[in-house]
């Protein structure tokens, strides 16, 4: 029987990466998927390829995401499934970081995962329960060279998924966060580059000797979001080839 038959499911950063794995993996469990994403086009495209709904939306807007909400609402029903996969990295340290990058990044990993959180609440409230699975990062537990806006923005996350779960436990929601390692994606191949780093080196560093894949993060994402997790809330699934083990 699938994981999520007839679950309304919202996927932020769904247009691409490991976003448009959950959604298709999501979909293959039977769930009713709203791709968003800020490039409406790749939003469209993904959602072609899984039969979901696409909308358009950026994160750090709140008006763009009561409109999402309203949508999802209004074509497939209240969600009662959340996955805050939309994010964006930085690689500078404190001293080099612009007051506008660093306010970027909070504005999308952090301010992004609030919102969509705070919208989607009431209605899984309404329903009785939901679950939500937020996208963290290895890099909010552990510091990492020139990342300090990135670190800090996916430390919000991980602080406040637990907040989040310990506020609406009674309500039958559940609210945990995923802890990728390096992922080998295009976004994180771009950030290498502007960085001045090299793929081969992050292998390097890796105890398992590889890097993950998108697919492994999104299957994770699924678990996390399924009944099959129904003992979890303020958990933090590190997935990371071993690099916090040390």
């Known amino acids: 029987m699938s994981r999520l038959a007839d679950k309304v499911c919202v996927i932020t950063g769904a247009g691409g990466g490991m976003g448009a794995d959950a959604a298709a993996l999501f979909a293959d469990e039977g769930a009713l998927v709203v791709v968003a994403d ?8 993904v959602a072609a390829e899984v039969g979901g709904l696409a909308v358009e939306v950026d994160v750090s807007d709140e008006a763009s995401v009561h409109a999402l909400f309203e949508e999802c609402d209004a074509e497939l029903g209240a969600p009662t499934l959340l996955a805050n996969i939309a994010g964006i990295g930085s690689t500078t340290n404190a001293v080099d970081t612009e007051l506008d990058e660093w306010e970027r990044v909070f504005a999308v990993n952090a301010r992004g995962t609030f919102l969509c959180c705070k919208h989607a609440i009431p209605r ?16 909010g537990m552990v510091g990492l060279r020139n990342r300090a806006a990135y670190c800090s923005s996916k430390g919000a996350v991980i602080a406040l998924t637990r907040a989040l779960a310990l506020d ?7 609210v945990n966060c995923i802890c990728p390692g390096t992922v080998d994606s295009p976004w994180v191949r771009r950030l290498v580059g502007d960085a001045g780093e090299t793929i081969e080196a992050l292998v390097a560093r890796q105890p398992l000797g590889r890097l993950g894949t998108p697919e492994e993060i999104a299957a994770a994402v699924l678990f996390v979001a399924s009944d099959a997790a129904a003992f979890m809330t303020g958990s933090t699934l590190v997935i990371d080839g071993g690099i916090t083990a040390g």
Not at 168 to 174: P, T
Request: aromatic share 0%; no cysteine.
């Open 38 to 45: 800020v490039d409406g086009a790749a939003a469209e495209k």
């Open 124 to 139: 899984m409230q309404a329903a009785a329960g939901g679950s939500i699975v937020n996208m963290a990062s290895v890099a």
């Open 168 to 174: 609406h436990v009674a309500d039958g929601i559940r």
